[in-house]
């Protein structure tokens, strides 16, 4: 009787529910505003905020940024897709290169019809990989541009060899086009700046950060965090993170405005991009804007009309700049479209002169263009014989 009692009592005991340290982790994501994304039996975390096109950050509102997205017709800036499947994107790593360096937290901003979204991936084990790039390849489409800051050459590539190890479980990676901010900023702020990392330039606009956590102590707080499971010592690599994101958007859009803008100051330097760019006409009629050109913009002019077939504009260029690069044209002119040897040599005796003078500050230098010069004249005396 005592036995079948005890059986009794035994079977209406509640029954204890066994809580995995994942579920307890998942809830603490949730608790923080994350969404806990599964596949197969991985599962990542998904963190997203959505804000208003009027929202003003670092002086330009997201609506500015859409509009220069759609308008941006330099080169390195204009895009090819609409502003939705172009990425302001971000990663943080647990090193700087190699195949043992993981992504722990990829995101990008990007910019809808009405309003801005915020999306940031986090990597809570470093074996849920293959989650954590399905849900995000799933999400950013087939075509995508990216906006970044050194992306091209880290973040991507970092993307690329990390999805080797779960291409057979996830989308093919997706066509991509990059505009990579870094080559921007070093090209319109070298000459101003010592650092062009994204933090100076920041700074260099009026938009120092504080209390904003050093990029390089963000695998620490990711070590920590996967051995104690807790979110919270993620937080300020998230809003390090975040802040990044968010910053490419305004960047880009003021980047935009200094090199398109009427009247910019960067005029020049555009004039020298487009150049470089191929973009000839482009080029030739900034160049012609430009109220005060240095002699190396009057020179970069002529040798464009010059390769455009308009050697005739180009000449006048050329004598007013006088430099020896500039006679040298002149003398190959001379000897070789007017066949006037004498008038070759002065071009070329004047060349000479300038690049002796030169010799004393830059030696190396001006004794290869003394040696070019002096094999010049040699032949064009010969050839006047």
Known sequence: MKAKLARLIKTNEPKQVTVSPDEVEQEKWKSLGGEILTFEREWCVRLKEVYPLETTYHDY???????????????????DVPARQVLFMDTETTGLRGSGTSIFLIGFARVQEDHLEMVQY????????????YH???????????????????????????????????KALPAVGHVDLLHAS????????????????????????????????????????VKDREPEILQPVIEHHHADCLSLVSLYTRLTHLVEGEGTSFGEERAHWLNDLGNQEAALQTYER????????????????????????????FEQIGTIEALTELAKHAE??????????RYTEQALELAEQRRTVLKQTAFKEQRELKH????????SL
Not at 122 to 133: G, I, Q
Not at 139 to 148: A, L, N
Not at 336 to 345: C, N, W
């Open 290 to 317: 430009l109220e005060n050109p240095s002699k190396r913009a009057r020179l970069r002019q002529a040798m464009l009309l010059k390769r455009s077939g308009r050697i005739e504009e180009a000449l006048p260029i």
């Open 186 to 225: 070093r090209r319109l702020l070298k000459p101003t700046l010592e650092s062009v990392s994204l933090k100076a330039v920041e700074a260099h606009f009026g938009h120092e950060r504080t209390d904003d956590l050093p990029g390089f102590l963000a695998p620490m707080h990711y070590f920590q965090y």
């Open 376 to 383: 010049r004249l040699a032949r064009l005396e010969r050839k």
């Open 122 to 133: 986090v990597l809570p084990h470093p074996a849920f990989e293959t989650a954590f790039y």
């Open 61 to 79: 509102t997201y609506a500015a940024a859409k509009q220069a997205l759609s308008a941006a017709v330099h080169p390195f800036f204009a895009v």
């Open 336 to 345: 070789h479209r007017q066949k006037d040897i004498p008038l070759a040599i």
């Open 136 to 170: 995000f390849l799933n999400d950013i489409g087939d075509e995508v541009r990216f906006v970044t800051y050194n992306g091209k050459s880290f973040d991507w590539p970092q993307i690329k060899t990390r999805h080797t190890f779960v291409k057979s479980k996830v």
